[in-house]
């Protein structure tokens, strides 16, 4: 099972930040928070991820709570292209291979 | 960045059939994964190929269904066997790389009929 919860849409006006929580609350300490987004009829891509420092690249801004148990990804201004499915993933460590484990993800519609 | 090409991109196929789908990687890559997108959907993990060693599956995932090959270290299959309805999904390859990204493929869609 995932072990993340989103809201499941959230709505952004064109040009505003967006702001997409994510809960994590049973994150073990070595476990990293992933975000992917999911463009309609498209592979999924990655986005940025983080530890427990804040991480910010060309694409995204990364929040993480003190605590770990919950991030926010920032989308600074977002455009009609950001229209996504958003997926915050806690990345399993298994066997020394990373999986991902996707959950429902959080359906944001930016609009003019 | 890794660029990921799947083929075939879609497919339409009867039932009992299988099909096979081929992912190619510009780069070498250690971890390759197989992912299915019911429609509507999440991702759910199929199983993790590993160049050199058999694949392992996910729960609810067996290798009689899903037989999959990883050749070399730029290429891997994954054969949908005796297909049914149920089998109707987008199927996606990924790759992890150095930094621990994955990166996705575009996708094979499946429809069974």
């Known amino acids: 099972d995932a072990k993340t919860t989103q809201p499941t849409s959230m709505d952004c006006a064109e040009g505003r930040a967006a702001n997409l929580p994510c809960n994590h609350s049973?994150?073990?300490?070595?476990?990293?928070v992933y975000w992917y987004r999911q463009i309609h009829s498209q592979g999924p891509q990655y986005i940025i991820h983080?530890?427990?420092n804040n991480e910010t690249n060309e694409m995204a801004s990364l929040i993480i709570t003190e605590d770990r148990k919950s991030s926010t990804l920032i989308l600074p201004h977002a455009t009609l292209r950001d229209t996504a499915v958003y997926y915050c993933?806690?990345?399993?460590?298994?066997?020394?291979?990373?999986?991902?484990?996707f959950g429902a993800g959080t359906r944001l519609a930016v609009h003019p | 960045s890794a660029v990921i090409s799947q083929k075939p991109s879609r497919d339409i196929c009867q039932r009992g059939t299988s099909l096979t789908i081929q992912c190619q990687v510009d780069?070498?890559?250690?971890?390759m994964f197989w992912y299915r997108q019911q429609p509507g959907q999440s991702l759910t993990l199929i199983a993790t190929?590993?160049?050199?060693?058999?694949?392992?599956?996910e729960s609810g995932f067996v290798i009689d269904k899903f037989p999959i090959s990883r050749p070399n270290l730029t290429f891997s299959t994954l054969t949908v066997s005796n297909m049914s309805p149920e089998d109707s999904s987008i199927y996606l390859c990924?790759?992890?790389?150095?930094?621990?990204?994955?990166?996705f493929g575009p996708g094979t869609r499946l429809t069974v009929t």
């Open positions: 990924s790759v992890e790389a150095a930094g621990y990204e994955q990166y």
């Open positions: 049973t994150i073990s300490g070595n476990e990293y």
């Open positions: 983080g530890l427990k």
């Open positions: 993933i806690v990345r399993a460590p298994w066997g020394g291979y990373n999986k991902l484990i």
């Open positions: 780069s070498q890559v250690t971890m």
């Open positions: 190929a590993n160049q050199g060693s058999e694949a392992t599956y």
